[in-house]
C-alpha cells in the first residue's frame, strides 16, 4: 500500500508517503508557518530530489493540498494521480483510556477525540484539524488515528495512579499516560532483528532521548511503565521542560514571581531543562561544545541531565526486577556517545558494560555497543515513527475489508 503519514500541529504538518510493501519512504516533507502569507513547504524523495516553496497558505487543508500538489510535481515524478494514494495515517498525541490501540477514523472516534481535548489542549486540536482536512483532500480513503498514548495503555494500575485522591482520577481521568509510545513501540519490536524471540521474556528499557525525552519499561514487549506522565513534562530533564519536581515549587515561584496559570506554564515547559540551568540553549550539540570549552554551567546542565537518565535505569530495573537490554534512541540517543558513556557509567552493578570504541563509530544503523563482558545489552536504535504509523494504518485497513 501507499500510505500518506501526517503529524499535524497548530501551525505545521510533517509528512511522509511510504510505501509499505518495501517500506520504501517515498517522499517526506513538512509544512510550516500555516495562516501565514509566507508558509514554507519543503519535500525531499527518495531519489533524493528537494523543493522547497514559500506561499500563502491559510489552514490545515489548504497544506494538505499543498502538499499533494507538491507530489505530483513533473520534476519530482513522485506521484501521477492522487488515486495512488490507498490510506491516510495521523498520529494523534492522546488517546485517553478509550484508544489502546490504533483505529480507523469513524465520526464516533472523532467526537471521543474531541472530548479527549481538556487531556491534551495543545496537541489534539490540531491533531482532528489535519484529520478533517485530510478527510477533505482525500475523499473516500481510509484513514486511521495512531495514538502516542496506546503502547503505554498495559500499564498496571500501580504504575498509572497517582497519590492524590482516587475521586479526580474517576472524574478527570488523572493519570499517567505516557507519550512516544510509537518510538518506544518500534525500538522494542526492532529487537527481533537481533533476537530470535525478539522481545518476548526481555526486561527492556528503552530510552528516547531527543529535544523531548522519555524512558519506558518493557516486559515481555509491553510497556509497564515510562517516565512521561498525565502530560510530557513528567519525567527526565528535557531541552526546556523541568521534568519531575517538587510541585511545591512551582507554587511558591508563583506566589514568588506573581506568574499567571499561563507563566507558570511556559516556565516548567519552554525555560527551564537544560536551557533553564545552563542559560544557553536547549540543544546538546550546543552544551557539549560550551563543556569542551570549559563552560562550567554547561556542564552543570549535561550532568543533571545525564543522572537524571541513569537514575531510571536504576529504577526501572528495580520495578522490572531485572534488565536484559537497554536502547537509545531519538535525535540524541542515536547521536550523543558522551550522553551514552556518562549515561552507562557506574551501572555496572546492573551488569551494564559499554564498549567504547562501539560507542563512539558514527552509523545511522542500528547496532550493539556494549562490551563482550556485559550481562544486559545495549544497543543504539534509530526510531521510525511513521514507519510504525503507516505499518499499523496499513493493517487496520486490511482488517476492515475483511469484517
Not at 472530548?115 to 481510509?142: D, Y
Not at 531541552?239 to 499567571?260: C, H, K, V
Not at 545511522?364 to 514507519?387: C, M, Q, W
Amino acid at each position: 500500500m501507499i500510505i500518506l503519514t501526517l503529524n499535524c500541529g497548530s501551525s505545521s504538518v510533517k509528512y511522509q508517503l511510504i510505501n509499505t510493501k518495501n517500506k520504501e519512504k517515498l517522499a517526506k516533507g513538512s509544512v510550516e508557518r500555516i495562516g501565514m502569507a509566507s508558509s514554507i513547504i519543503s519535500i525531499a524523495t527518495s531519489d533524493d530530489k528537494k523543493k522547497k516553496l514559500t506561499k500563502e497558505i491559510l489552514d490545515h487543508t489548504a497544506a494538505v493540498g499543498a502538499i499533494l500538489n507538491l507530489m505530483k510535481d513533473k520534476d519530482l515524478k513522485i506521484l501521477k494521480s492522487f488515486d495512488e494514494i490507498d490510506a491516510v495515517g495521523h498520529r494523534v498525541v492522546h488517546g485517553g483510556e478509550e484508544f489502546k490501540n490504533s483505529m480507523l477514523i469513524t465520526k464516533e472516534v472523532k467526537d471521543k477525540l474531541r472530548e479527549n481535548f481538556k487531556l491534551a489542549p495543545l496537541h489534539n486540536p490540531p491533531n482532528l484539524k489535519g484529520i478533517e482536512a485530510a478527510e477533505r483532500v482525500l475523499t473516500g480513503r481510509p484513514h486511521v488515528g495512531v495514538f502516542d498514548t496506546a503502547f503505554h495503555s498495559s500499564m498496571p494500575e500501580k504504575a498509572y495512579i497517582y497519590a492524590l485522591p482516587y475521586v479526580f482520577y474517576k472524574k478527570y481521568q488523572i493519570r499517567r499516560y505516557g507519550f512516544h509510545g510509537t518510538s518506544h513501540r518500534y525500538v522494542s519490536e526492532y529487537l527481533s532483528k537481533f533476537y530470535k524471540d525478539g522481545a518476548k521474556g526481555k526486561k527492556v528499557i528503552t530510552a528516547h532521548i531527543g529535544n523531548g525525552a522519555s524512558m519506558a519499561a518493557i516486559v515481555d514487549g509491553k510497556s509497564v511503565d515510562t517516565s512521561m506522565g498525565f502530560t510530557p513534562l513528567e519525567g527526565l530533564v528535557m531541552g526546556s521542560r523541568s521534568g519531575d519536581l517538587d510541585p511545591a515549587i512551582i507554587l511558591y515561584i508563583m506566589g514568588l514571581q506573581e506568574l499567571s496559570k499561563s507563566e507558570a506554564d511556559s516556565l516548567l515547559n519552554k525555560h527551564s531543562g537544560l536551557m533553564g540551568i545552563s542559560g544557553l540553549s536547549s540543544d546538546v550539540r550546543d552544551l557539549e561544545e560550551e563543556m569542551e570549552a570549559g563552560n562550567k554551567r554547561a556542564k552543570l546542565a549535561l550532568d543533571v541531565y545525564c543522572y537524571r537518565i541513569r537514575k531510571y535505569v536504576g529504577a526501572y530495573a528495580a520495578a522490572m526486577g531485572g534488565l536484559d537490554t537497554l536502547i537509545f534512541t531519538a535525535g540524541v540517543g542515536e547521536n550523543s556517545s558522551f550522553l551514552r558513556k556518562s549515561v552507562c557509567g557506574g551501572l555496572d552493578f546492573l551488569g551494564i558494560s559499554l564498549d567504547e570504541k562501539k560507542n563512539e563509530e558514527k552509523s545511522s544503523e542500528a547496532r550493539k555497543i556494549s562490551s563482550e563482558k556485559s550481562k544486559a545489552d545495549i544497543f543504539v536504535i534509530p526510531t521510525d515513527e511513521e514507519l510504525v504509523i503507516a505499518l499499523d494504518t496499513e493493517k487496520i485497513v486490511k482488517e476492515s475489508k475483511t469484517t
